[in-house]
T-cell receptor
Framework: KAGVTQTPRYLIKTRGQQVTLSCSPI?????VSWYQQTPGQGLQFLFE???????NKGNFPGRFSGRQFSNSRSEMNVSTLELGDSALYLC?????????????FGSGTRLTVV | DQQVKQNSPSLSVQEGRISILNCDYT??????FLWYKKYPAEGPTFLIS?????DKNEDGRFTVFLNKSAKHLSLHIVPSQPGDSAVYFC????????????FGKGTKLTVNP
């Protein structure tokens, strides 16, 4: 079956702009979690969506937002981009968001803010 | 407050030797643990897991050990191969794995030929 698809793979934006990243989970998976990976901070949890509802949220400013559609596809939006937002953004798909079944990650979107 | 800690950012090992990656956690509610492996430009992939009812779980060359009293787990890779060179993330979950995963910062393993 198809894996987790994240688009685009690479993105370069200017400070102050906004960006939207997309994630298509594995078919049948209802939970999508977003993570930010930076060299010094590892995998930091942004938020999780389950059945179109945000169920968990990490400690990121309100500039980071997301949503999930009825087909479980999810988008993440970052407004007023800052240089520090440069990172690899990973989407993780799971059946129900629980740890016991593990997560399947996409390959990520590499965002560079200049 | 970081609940899952991987205190070694990097580890270098010779091919054929043992690699030991360590992970500590502070939340006593965690009772399910996983290791993920990540190559550059790819997402992390699941490697091995362990429940708190066990203290050891093996899968081929990979063994995870759990010391609940010390809130410590380790991943052993024997023998190490150059293809094992990657970043390894430790993750934890509570309520028997029914809660979301909390990840450590990762350890970059380099296996030298």
């Amino acid at each position: 079956k198809a894996g987790v698809t994240q688009t685009p793979r690479y993105l370069i934006k200017t400070r102050g702009q906004q960006v939207t990243l997309s994630c298509s989970p594995i078919s049948g998976h209802r939970s999508v979690s977003w993570y930010q990976q930076t060299p010094g901070q590892g995998l930091q949890f942004l938020f999780e969506y389950f059945s179109e509802t945000q169920r968990n949220k990490g400690n990121f400013p309100g500039r980071f937002s997301g949503r999930q559609f009825s087909n479980s596809r999810s988008e993440m939006n970052v407004s007023t981009l800052e240089l520090g937002d440069s990172a690899l953004y990973l989407c993780a798909s799971s059946l129900d968001g629980t740890g016991i079944r593990g997560y399947t990650f996409g390959s990520g979107t590499r965002l560079t803010v200049v | 407050d970081q609940q899952v800690k991987q205190n070694s950012p990097s580890l270098s090992v010779q091919e054929g030797r043992i690699s030991i990656l360590n992970c500590d956690y502070t939340n006593s509610m965690f009772d399910y643990f996983l290791w993920y492996k990540k190559y550059p430009a790819e997402g992390p992939t699941f490697l091995i897991s362990i429940s708190s009812i066990k203290d050891k779980n093996e899968d081929g060359r990979f063994t995870v050990f759990l010391n609940k009293s010390a809130k410590h787990l380790s991943l052993h890779i024997v023998p190490s191969q150059p293809g094992d060179s990657a970043v390894y993330f430790c993750a934890a979950s509570a309520e028997g794995g029914s809660e979301k995963l909390v990840f450590g910062k990762g350890t970059k393993l380099t296996v030298n030929p």
